[in-house]
């Protein structure tokens, strides 16, 4: 059940992300279309995720099958909901969907392996942490997304519904909007997990691997702000530097479990 | 005749200080100095503190001399609670103990560590805590995956008075602002008695063997004899080891076990209660116990840090919900 209502998401998912290319690519609109796939494979992910939960005894934070579907999971709810809340996001669905099923092509090919839940993580601070870090990187996601069709130019400005130097900067506020919310929870992650490494592991801050990618993430994100200011730049290079970010972000995110046995160091 | 136009005023050492061109370039020393403590084996302490007391001289000049932070309240909050995160982790480093101690079951606390790393601020209160530990358990999932840890512990306060906690994983004991957590360092101790010939009192003591399961074969450990110059060793051997990857488990004495003991050229098998007599006294064995590793924290500044992370936190979401409240498209 759990693996028949994951399959159904996934189609749901590959429907939404193929429908937004498609409609972008002909010049349609699909919003109604985007947005029920994505609702609808939402809720069979989500019960999928539940039942899963249920029958291993803990939540999806543990092996990278669980950390990779659970980030599926969120992403596509941040977005879903910056979708139907903001208009002008809608078009950056062509851009965002497609990375959300690479993620979930990825979580396909590894192995579902139930984990061990360590005893410190039997803490409230553990699901305020995960989920001001999924709210980040949603936020950072949806920006991203954005960003791109700001930089791919007029055409991308176009399916904005935007054009010249005005909409460029019009454009831009829209981004920053996102980035500034995904600064805001990135830094409540990390305020977060430092109290609960502080109770778990005697340590708020230790420089573990994640410690170290996730505060050059937010160091990058802070100077991306700062450059703006300081040099003035265009809504281009802002662009550009938020993508950056995103690629941090998504190492930070991705790649540290990946190549680290432990998610934390002293967590096992 | 045309007046020769005065030199352009030199930017003083405080302006060119708070200019946000620098904070750029502080940022990327802080990220290069983070990337290089993560390569460096020990970490480079060094160049992390230079790094972050730039960051934290730009921000205390920028504070100063740049009026457009000042003059939005969230914005210069924001900053004001990112300078006092930066001093007070400072002044934490200074003020800090960072130390372990291991304790037998029913051994009491005495302020001795056995590692400790303190800052040249921190004074040492210690030697006035007393707590005993009075035992754990530890359960173990299949696959020798540690579980949940309960260690009781009982506190002897300055008044006399007793009180028994349970701490273990995310509950430390707090005592007089010190932490003390339980950690995966534990194992055996085998307890002696030492009774030295000529009418020298006898001493206790409990030898603690290497950190179970991880060192599960290698229960061994050497020892000097108090007030000779004897080496004795010992070697644990349980007839089943308490922790078995295969099935779920308990940290616990083994069912049944012997020690055995060498003393110079000698070696015996020794079970509770049997002893080894030396030229210098008899050796006693007592039995078997286990003890916990603790990790010792103190850091007076983390209060303070906690409440600067928030109101930097709170500040910064206050700052963008004000400049994002304009319909999007009506400009950055």
Do not use: C
Not at chain 2, 20 to 34: C, F, G, H, P
């Amino acid at each position: 059940m759990e693996a028949a209502l994951l399959g159904v998401a996934v189609a749901a998912y590959g429907g939404a992300g193929s429908a937004a290319v498609g409609g972008t690519i002909l010049g349609r609109r699909v919003d109604a279309a985007v947005a029920g796939l994505l609702a609808g494979g939402l809720a069979a992910h989500t019960v999928s995720l539940a039942l899963r939960w249920d029958r291993v005894g803990h939540g999806p934070f543990i092996s990278m099958f669980e950390v990779l579907s659970s980030n599926v999971w969120s992403l596509t709810l941040v977005f879903l909901l910056a979708f139907l809340r903001v208009r002008a996001v809608r078009p950056a669905a062509a851009v965002a969907l497609p990375f959300v099923f690479v993620l979930l092509a990825w979580t396909l090919a590894t192995h579902p392996d139930d984990g061990h839940f360590p005893a410190t993580y039997r803490t409230l601070w553990l699901y305020a942490h995960v989920a001001f870090g999924k709210v980040f990187l949603g936020a950072l996601l949806v920006a991203t997304a954005l960003a791109a069709l700001v930089l791919a130019g007029p055409r991308g400005l176009a399916t904005l519904g935007r054009a010249g130097v005005e909409g460029e900067v019009a454009a831009e506020s829209l981004v920053l909007r996102f980035v500034a919310l995904a600064f805001v929870f990135e830094s409540l992650m990390l305020v977060t997990g430092a109290i609960w490494a502080q109770d778990a592991w005697g340590r708020y801050w230790a420089w573990d691997p994640l410690e170290t990618w996730s505060f050059l993430t937010w160091i990058a994100l802070a100077g991306a702000l700062h450059a703006r200011l300081a040099w003035r730049l265009g809504p281009r290079v802002t662009s550009a530097m938020v993508i950056a970010v995103f690629a941090l972000a998504v190492l930070t995110f991705f790649g540290v479990p990946f190549v680290s046995t432990s998610l934390h160091k002293g967590a096992v | 005749m045309s007046a020769i136009p005065a030199p352009a005023p030199r930017p003083g050492l405080l302006r060119t200080l708070a200019s946000t061109r620098l904070t750029l370039a502080v940022l990327a020393v802080i990220a290069v100095a983070v990337v290089a403590n993560a390569q460096v084996e020990g970490g480079t302490p060094a160049a992390l503190a230079g790094a972050f007391g730039l960051g934290a001289a730009n921000l205390a000049a920028a504070l100063v001399v740049q009026a457009r932070l000042r003059a939005d309240l969230a914005l210069f909050v924001f900053h004001l609670a990112l300078l006092a995160l930066l001093g007070l982790a400072a002044a934490g480093r200074l003020m800090a103990l960072d130390g372990t101690v291991e304790l037998a079951q029913g051994e009491i606390f005495d302020g001795q560590l056995l590692t400790r790393e303190a800052g040249p601020l921190h004074r040492d209160r210690l030697a006035r805590l007393r707590f005993v530990n009075d035992g754990f358990t530890i359960d173990y999932a299949p696959g020798v995956k540690r579980g949940r840890t309960a260690n009781d512990v009982r506190v002897f306060g300055d008044d006399g008075g007793v009180t028994r906690h349970v701490i273990g994983d995310i509950d430390p004991l707090v005592l007089d602002g010190y932490r003390f957590y339980t950690t995966s360092n534990k194992g055996f101790a085998t307890l002696f008695r030492w009774v030295p010939r000529g009418g020298r009192a006898p001493e206790r003591g409990a030898v603690h063997l290497p950190s179970y399961p991880l060192n599960a074969h290698r229960q061994a450990q050497s020892w000097r004899i108090p007030g000779t110059a004897r080496e004795a060793w010992v070697m644990l051997e349980m007839a089943r080891e308490p922790i078995e990857s295969g099935r779920p488990s308990r940290f616990q004495l083994p069912e049944s076990h012997r020690l055995v003991l060498v003393l110079g050229d000698e070696r015996r098998e020794l079970r509770p209660g049997d002893s080894a007599a030396t030229p210098e006294g008899v050796l006693v064995y007592e039995g078997l116990t286990a003890w916990m590793g603790y990790r010792v924290y103190y850091d007076p500044t983390l209060p303070w840090l906690l409440a600067s992370a928030l109101i930097a936190v709170g500040a910064l979401a206050a700052f963008y919900v004000r400049r994002f409240r304009v319909p999007a498209g009506a400009g950055a």
